[in-house]
């Protein structure tokens, strides 16, 4: 079928009445087409509602829980070195807000339905922020806290914006620009896309010529009507029966070592572990996982503790080609479905962990949080506090280039480079995120600090290191042989487990009690009644 009529059908199936769609899909199922491979139609116009998609609907539940939160905020800081045009900027940032309505949406709620509200395109107003550093002050230290200020501010989904831009100039040719967004209009895979666009529209204006960018096929208000059609019309129980029957047995708690047990309400209060992994072993992690498995994910779910490892990966939902340049929060995370290997699972059969992958991403195509309901379904024994998530969480998809490196061919504009952003908020108990680059493999644990002391995650980093070094040497062993600990921890392990000591071989048990006994005489050893 040719492009216009896919978008003729897929234009028909979202203005059919309930029961007519369901219809619709079951034939569609039944002749093996899926709509996950229709193009979506821009039909918002003809709406008088806008519903939320269902990774917004969980943003929005989020956020009514812990309106003050900055766990769900995403950052980037960029230092701009160089004369900067800052009415340039600020016509680049009024260009991209309306570019995209999401960008200017904000969320309301009316009859128990929570609703998408989109403004008209407006001005844009850019704060900047002029300081001057005194003579000797930790200029990085200043702008770091200025940044950590910034990006922890909470949002208002209600009154939006939900998009924040502050510059801070610390002189002529130097500045450090901060964008904030809320995760309900923004995710890993909007950022990118969002400074890349800038970056062209900043590129015109300063040399005062015309931007054109490509049209945008559709919104994102268009894209959370068709999913939510979809998903009604049956979609979402086939998915729910996959998940149900997938995750009905696994463990909804976190089950590595907590410090502390689970507070009565849950925090979203954080920190983070840099990682740093030695350019030959991200070399040969990278050699061996292209011919045997996952390596960096797969070593996960191997700590102690973890009787059957349930992995999760944060991933975006951009598979529909219309949705790749368009900015909106649609991550979650993918439940990556795998056996714990024990005794008998070797490391050259860790391939089937992408291969269990791959049926729980077909069953997501309808975007993230689709089939959430599987796992609250299948949550169980939850204790406390406790969300229904994977275990670990483990970022892996492959995102857009960064525009936040250095840009050579930009010699007349600011140079941007990025600036440290500690973070201070934890969405899960633990998240593992790995970022591969030409230079090797970058790593750091993000961690509820209400659950875990920094000097515990430091050691689950130092394991999880041995443990791909131990991979990397001896990939023939079995897994359950690979080593977590270093030779210093072995040997005392070793030495706590000395528990030899000297006693008389020529005595028999009951004498060297009656020795014992004599030897300590009070209180007595034994009483019975009328003997002692």
């Known amino acids: 079928m040719n492009t216009d ?26 002749e093996g087409i899926s709509a996950a491979n229709l193009p979506i139609p821009a039909v918002k116009a003809l709406f008088d509602e806008l519903r939320l998609s269902y990774a917004q609907q969980r943003q929005w539940f989020l956020w009514q829980l812990e309106p003050q939160g900055a766990a769900y905020n995403v950052p980037t800081a960029l230092r701009l070195k160089g004369a900067l045009d800052v009415e340039a900027l600020r016509r680049s ?19 128990g339905q929570a609703l998408q509200v989109i403004h008209a395109a407006a001005p844009f107003a850019l704060h900047v922020d002029a300081v001057q ?4 002050a930790d200029r990085q230290a200043l702008i770091r806290q200025w940044v950590e200020t910034e990006t922890r501010r909470p949002f208002d989904l209600e009154s939006g914006p939900l998009l924040r831009v502050k510059l801070l100039k610390l002189g002529d040719d130097d500045h450090v620009l901060v964008l904030t967004l809320h995760h309900i209009v923004s995710d890993g895979w909007s950022m990118p896309v969002m400074v890349e666009e800038l970056i062209r529209f900043y590129e015109g204006y300063r040399l005062g010529q015309p931007v054109q960018l490509p049209a945008l096929p559709i919104q994102y208000a268009d894209y959370a009507i068709w999913q939510r059609h979809w998903m009604e019309a049956g ?6 029966g996959y998940w149900t029957e997938q995750l009905g047995g696994d463990p909804a708690v976190l089950e590595l070592p907590l410090d502390r047990p689970r507070p009565a309400i849950q925090s979203q209060a954080g920190a983070s572990l840099a990682i740093e992994l030695e350019p030959s072993l991200a070399g040969a992690l990278k050699g061996l996982a292209r011919s045997r498995c996952d390596l960096v994910h797969a070593a996960v779910g191997q700590f102690p503790g973890v009787a059957a490892p349930l992995l999760g990966s944060a991933r975006d ?20 479905l795998r056996q714990h290997p024990g005794a008998q699972g070797r490391v050259r059969s860790g391939h089937h962990l992408p291969g269990a992958a791959a049926p729980g991403t077909a069953h997501r195509t309808g975007g993230a949080g689709a089939s959430g309901p599987a796992v609250r379904a299948t949550g169980g024994g939850a204790a406390p506090a406790a969300q229904p998530q994977p275990q670990p969480v483990v ?4 995102q857009p280039p960064d525009p936040g490196q250095e840009r050579a061919s ?10 440290g952003v500690e973070q201070h908020s934890a969405q899960f108990d633990l998240t593992l995120e790995t970022v591969e680059t030409e230079q090797g493999i970058g790593a750091s644990l993000n961690y509820a600090t ?23 040497a001896q990939p023939q062993k079995r897994i359950a042989d690979l080593a977590l600990l270093d030779a210093q921890e072995q040997q005392q392990v070793q030495a706590w487990n000395r528990t030899e000591a000297g006693f008389d071989r020529e005595r028999c048990v009951h004498e060297l009690i009656a020795a014992q006994a004599q030897r300590t005489l009070t209180p007595p050893p034994c009483c019975l009644p009328g003997r002692r």
């Open 450 to 472: 209400a659950l875990f002391d920094a000097s515990t995650i430091q050691r689950l980093a130092s394991h999880w290191r041995q443990l791909l070094q131990d991979v990397v």
């Open 235 to 240: 979609e979402q129980t086939r998915q729910l």
């Open 395 to 398: 970022p892996g998809d492959v």
């Open 5 to 30: 009529t896919a978008k003729s059908v897929a234009k028909r199936f979202v203005m059919l009445t309930p029961d007519k769609r369901k219809v619709y899909w079951e034939r569609m199922q039944a």
């Open 93 to 111: 940032f009024e260009a991209l807000v309306a570019r995209h309505e999401t960008l200017r949406t904000t969320f309301s709620h009316a009859d």
């Open 410 to 419: 930009q010699p007349a504009g600011p140079d941007g480079r990025r600036p």
């Open 317 to 336: 939902s951009r598979r529909c080609a219309d949705c790749q340049p368009q900015p909106g929060g649609d991550r979650a995370p993918d439940r990556l």
């Open 133 to 136: 550093v005194p003579a000797g």
